[in-house]
C-alpha cells in the first residue's frame, strides 16, 4: 500500500503565503512525476503544478510566478510554496504522485486526501 499524506494548509489573507507539504509512503519502489492539483466548490479538479523526477516543472497559467513546486526525492515529499495567494487560490489541495510499489510493476497513481487552503480577509 502507498499512501500521500498532505499537510499546511489552512487560512491565510489575501497576498499571504502558505507551504504545502505531501509525503508519500508505504510500499514503494520508484516515484515518478509528483504533482498538486485543487477544486473549488462546484468545480472541476484541476492541475496546479507538476514536478518529474528529474526536476522538470510545469504550472496552471493562473499560479506561474507565483507558485512554486519542488521535491525531495530522498525523502519523497513534494512541496508547493505558494506566494501572493488570492482568493480564487481557495480550494482544496490534492497530492498525486505516480509510484511504481515493485520493479517491474505498472506505475499507478496515488492520490492524498487534501487540505484545505482558504484566502480570505
Known amino acids: 500500500q502507498v499512501q500521500l499524506v498532505e499537510s499546511g494548509g489552512g487560512l491565510i489573507h489575501p497576498g499571504g503565503s502558505l507551504r504545502l507539504s505531501c509525503v508519500a509512503s508505504g510500499s514503494i519502489f520508484s516515484i515518478n512525476a509528483m504533482g498538486w492539483y485543487r477544486q473549488a466548490p462546484g468545480k472541476q479538479r484541476e492541475l496546479v503544478a507538476l514536478?518529474?523526477?528529474?526536476?522538470?516543472?510545469n504550472y496552471a497559467d493562473s499560479v506561474k510566478d507565483r507558485f512554486t513546486i519542488s521535491r525531495d526525492n530522498a525523502k519523497n515529499t513534494v512541496y508547493l510554496q505558494m506566494n501572493s495567494l488570492k482568493p480564487e487560490d481557495t480550494a482544496v489541495y490534492f497530492c498525486?504522485?505516480?509510484?511504481?510499489?515493485?520493479?517491474?510493476?505498472?506505475?499507478?497513481?496515488?492520490w492524498g486526501q487534501g487540505t484545505q487552503v482558504t484566502v480570505s480577509s
Open positions: 498525486n504522485a505516480g509510484v511504481k510499489q515493485y520493479r517491474g510493476h505498472p506505475e499507478r497513481p496515488y
Open positions: 514536478i518529474t523526477s528529474a526536476g522538470s516543472t
